[in-house]
């Protein structure tokens, strides 16, 4: 492995970098930052989890002047929550230099935005749309910027930000430094790599090493109706550190959290409907370790990048093989194992057979769990914080205590009260969760084409335009009638 100090990076980064914990580089990031620092232009092939944020980010931070209080480095990012996250990660990076990065995005009040813009960031991270708007309406000075960067390309493809794009590059003063990562290469990306960029070098991390290397895949082929009884004695035998639950619905995210709340676990759901400050605040709270399972769908869930998942479960098989690959990507992070196991009825095992065909990856077939199995895993539990105690603690202050309850009673029944007393009991609150119809191996295989087709008419209908939208016709067929509304069909998207 490649240490940060052989890559060239200056001393106020490697002091973040050392108290972040990081001492080695990622393959995405030892190749890209020799090139990039070196002023090159890059496309990085690579996911969510590879550790791209710093390889674009330190290059960046390294060329930022702190004492010019002006934009200097744009990053363009899909949602509005991974723009949040890699701003945060670059003003850890970049601490010690006194830069500082500012996240812009649709559904924060504009107001607000232009005062944080007149502050004087040095990098700004923005969504398509609301950097757009900022551009348009002069309250973002682009003139100074000499490093761009496009995360996620492939995505913004996805979501229909492919022009917005364009024109974001277009506005950005010419001689700049262009860095794009993308999971997949579509020929809309690499047509802008073509044009909107200067000789870049290509970097590309194997899908193998970054999804599934680290992870173990199983699955339980359970009817619908038993999936959450299925997955509540899964969680009680397994007790993750973090687990993130994926659902198919709005509907099923907010069921099965609820459920959880119910049966005693600390559960929230994230999707599309919640409010900007409500997601923020359930993510918060899963990072500090203050929710231990987080339920979400595909769309809400996208570009999170959060350390320590140890488990993953697909409550709801997803529609393609890029979703599956995705949603397992969570866990098996920084060298750790991780789990990914996935609920599929009887009618979907063909469904799987594809997933096993796309990802040319293989899962093992896992026995449901009993609430016999899932009691005796909560008393595992109990077990070894018992021996970690007895191997850990000075228990000498307590030893007089124990000597009474010995004479009084015998060993195995102070041990088992001692179990007892410990083990979470398990409530059997009843719980109804509401059926969705199992995905059928036509439908998978049809998926992709429907989901082009899909793009191809929102771009008829809306004018292909991105966040905020447009006013005027002459874009696709028949322009835009009404502001703003690609924007809200796309956020709301993932039902």
Known sequence: MTKFNELGVSAPIMKALEKMGFEEATPIQAETIPHALEGHDVIGQAQTGTGKTAAFGIPLINKINPKVRKVQGLIVAPTRELAIQVAEEINRLAKFKS??????????????QIRALKDGPHIVVATPGRLLDHMRRKTIRIDEVHTAVLDEADEMLNMGFIDDIRDILKGIPEERQTLLFSATMPKEIRNIATT?????????????????????????????????????????????????????????????????QARGYRSEGIHGDLTQGKRMSVLKKFKQGRVDVLVATDVAARGLDISGVTHVYNFDIPQDPESYVHRIGRTGRAGKMGEAISFITPREMAHLNLIEQTTKSKMKRMAPPTN???????????????????????????????????????????VSAAISMMTKER????????????????????????????????????????????????????GRNRKGKGNYQRRNRDN
């Open 99 to 112: 830069v500082r990065a500012l996240a812009i995005y649709g559904g924060q009040p504009m107001d607000r």
């Open 196 to 260: 909107l960029m200067k000789e870049p070098k290509e970097v590309k991390v194997k899908a193998k090493e970054m999804t599934v290397e680290n992870i173990d895949q199983y699955f339980i082929e359970i009817p619908e109706k038993y999936k959450f009884d299925t997955l509540n004695n899964h969680l009680d035998i397994n007790s993750p550190e973090l687990a993130i639950i994926f659902a198919r619905t709005k509907k099923r995210v907010d069921e099965v959290a609820e459920g959880l």
């Open 372 to 414: 016999q199995d899932a009691r005796r895993g909560q008393q595992q539990v109990t077990i070894e914080k018992l021996k970690k105690a007895i191997n850990e603690k000075d228990l000498k202050v307590y030893e007089d205590a124990a000597k009474e309850l010995l004479d009084e009673y015998d060993s195995i029944t102070v």
């Open 427 to 478: 409530r059997d609150t009843p719980v109804r969760i509401s059926s969705v119809a199992p995905i059928s191996v036509k439908k998978a295989k049809n998926q992709k084409d429907n989901k082009n087709n899909r793009r191809s008419n929102n771009k008829r209908f809306y004018g292909g335009r991105g966040q905020g939208g447009r006013n005027q016709g002459g874009r696709g067929q028949g």
